[in-house]
């Protein structure tokens, strides 16, 4: 597959690694679907326990109704908040991060959902949630994806259901890989895309290549007007 190039239409590989998706941006410029980074051992957001952020927000203001976690890879964020008693959805494109996040639930006698979907299609479910998590997929997204994202998130978010994006922000040192700025965010998530940002707080994001401190992030509070 390296070296390979992937074109904008998927399909044009000898075997279609995406599944007939039209591929991210992220895996045109790897050259790679989003599932190879699961094939050698944990890549290096997936950490091995939930985001101290989730944690400490779904503890402190408490997760409510049904919940999507967008892009949730090997399922520890969906864990958690499952395990509080909440019926979670997680979604990804890499089915090997789902098959982990599947043998996690079955070890741990979590009961949760997973599935294969694509979050700029996210209408394709047919359900609605109140509330959606984002742990460092909006990040991976640029121009016009973005566009798509955000309204395939409104389109399975309740009115006056909750978005939390947890991002690699600009700010301070060692940023993370495709930081974001608070505008950027402001930018995608508006008036006019069916949100209203309540909050952009700076926070951290725990990766397997920064010390304990992690990198610089946002956690932001995103409402569906
Ligand atoms: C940086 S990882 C974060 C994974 C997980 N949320 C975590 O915190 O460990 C981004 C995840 O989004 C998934 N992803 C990327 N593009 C996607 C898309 N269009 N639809 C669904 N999932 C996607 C990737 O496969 C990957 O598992």
């Known amino acids: 597959m390296e070296g390979k190039k992937v074109s904008e239409r998927s399909g044009t590989l000898d075997d279609d690694p995406f599944s007939g998706r039209h591929p991210t941006s992220h895996e045109r410029l790897t050259g790679k679907p989003w599932d190879a980074s699961y094939h050698d051992g944990a890549p290096p957001w997936d950490i091995g326990r ?71 299609h996210l209408d394709r479910l047919e359900r609605k949630f109140e509330t959606v998590l984002d742990c460092g997929l909006f990040h991976t997204f640029d121009g016009d994806e973005r566009t798509r994202y955000v309204a395939s998130l409104a389109s399975v978010t309740e009115h006056d259901g909750t978005l939390y994006v947890l991002c690699f922000s600009d700010e301070g040192d060692d940023t993370g890989p495709h930081p974001v700025s608070r505008q950027e965010l ?39 007007s």
Request: charge should be negative; include cysteine.
């Open 50 to 120: 939930p985001q101290p952020a989730i944690v400490r927000v779904a503890s402190k203001v408490g997760f409510a109704g049904a919940v999507l976690d967008a892009g949730c890879g090997t399922g520890e964020n969906a864990l958690h908040v499952a395990s509080m008693g909440l019926p979670v959805l997680g979604v990804d494109v890499a089915e090997t991060a789902l098959a982990i996040a599947r043998q996690k639930a079955a070890d741990r006698g979590i009961d949760v959902e997973f599935a294969a979907a694509d979050a700029v």
């Open 186 to 224: 402001r930018a995608a998530f508006n008036p006019a895309s069916g949100w209203t940002v309540a909050a952009i707080e700076p926070d951290r994001v725990q990766t397997r290549y920064h010390d304990d401190t992690g990198a610089p992030a946002w956690f932001a509070t995103i409402k569906r």
